[in-house]
């Protein structure tokens, strides 16, 4: 372990339970849905190694996982490809908010159960802040870290990402890992450009429509639907960046590199969720993209 600086020492955010989420009625909706959510295809990847992400894949798929004759091993092989492949994308999203040191702040925007926030804190050391709009992830989150002894450095806490409350400038960097379609971009973009000193880093990794095809398709309307969404067009994350001091300086299409993730998940009978078929339909015709930004804050 690196030696690290005391936690006085970094900006010092609000404790979990200072404040409860300013919501609207649809961000009630929202954080009443993941309250219930028991997900298999989030909690039975996350039990592998206690790192419970919350978003897809990206990679080529080992697919001779399928090939295995005994139905518990096959179950069992399926779920670790599927979570390798879901970790290779939160380590991709980690790997652009460097260079980071140990006693950088980072946060997590829309945390979920708090995987990506320790990742970043395995690569870089660094100070955690995860923010959710759900209670019951927040408190799940918290109970991983204490459980990795990594609590007085990766904290979550039960807030609106919009308006966290945290301290102005306190962080080094940044991120939503498909997280942006639940709110307006102006108001999130707004709060991470307050948030981040200037030079800060932020990423975003996240489905968007493809504007150039017109409006939104058939397959963006159910994926909409399916997780209560607002999936926004490609075309107004720049937008909105540039409208607020988020100058980026990166942009990946992960579109092809998902679709092996997406392949191998249909196949999975103990997870799947009914909307595979209409996330490969959707990439597959270019309706829908999968995008990596990165962006510093000027």
């Not at 961000?27 to 849905?33: E, I, K």
Request: proline content about 4%.
């Amino acid at each position: 372990m690196r030696e690290e600086p005391p936690l006085t020492t970094a900006p010092v955010a609000r404790t979990t339970s200072a404040a409860i989420p300013t919501q609207s009625v649809y961000q009630s909706r929202v954080a009443d849905y993941w309250n219930a959510e028991e997900n298999p295809v989030n909690l039975e990847l996350g039990k592998i190694d206690d790192l419970y992400h919350h978003h897809y894949g990206i990679g080529e798929a080992d697919r001779s996982v399928l090939d295995e004759p005994d139905p518990d091993r096959r179950r069992e092989r399926v779920t670790a490809e599927l979570h390798r492949l879901e970790h290779a994308q939160a380590e991709l999203l980690a790997a652009h908010l460097g260079p980071l040191v140990p006693a950088d702040r980072v946060f997590d925007a829309g945390c979920g159960r708090g995987g990506g926030s320790v990742v970043a804190h395995l690569r870089y050391g660094c100070h955690a802040d995860g923010v959710t709009i759900s209670a019951k992830q927040a408190e799940f989150a918290n109970e991983q870290a204490r459980a990795r002894g990594i609590d007085d450095k990766v904290r979550y806490h039960h807030r609106n990402m919009l308006d966290t409350g945290f301290e102005t400038g306190a962080y080094a960097a940044s991120w939503n890992n498909e997280s942006t379609m639940y709110v307006e971009l102006d108001l999130l973009f707004a709060e991470h450009a307050r948030l981040l000193r200037r030079g800060g880093r932020y990423v975003v990794i996240t489905g968007c429509y493809n504007d150039t095809y017109g409006r939104a398709s058939r397959e963006v309307s159910l994926i909409n639907a399916h997780y209560i969404c607002d999936i926004h067009p490609r075309s107004e994350y720049f937008k909105a960046m540039a409208r607020n001091r988020l100058v980026p300086v990166h942009v990946e299409d992960l579109t092809e590199a998902t679709i092996p993730y997406w392949d191998l998940r249909r196949e999975a009978d103990h997870l799947v969720t009914g909307i595979e078929d209409t996330f490969l339909d959707a990439y597959r015709n270019g309706s829908f993209q999968y995008l990596l930004i990165a962006a510093d804050r000027v």
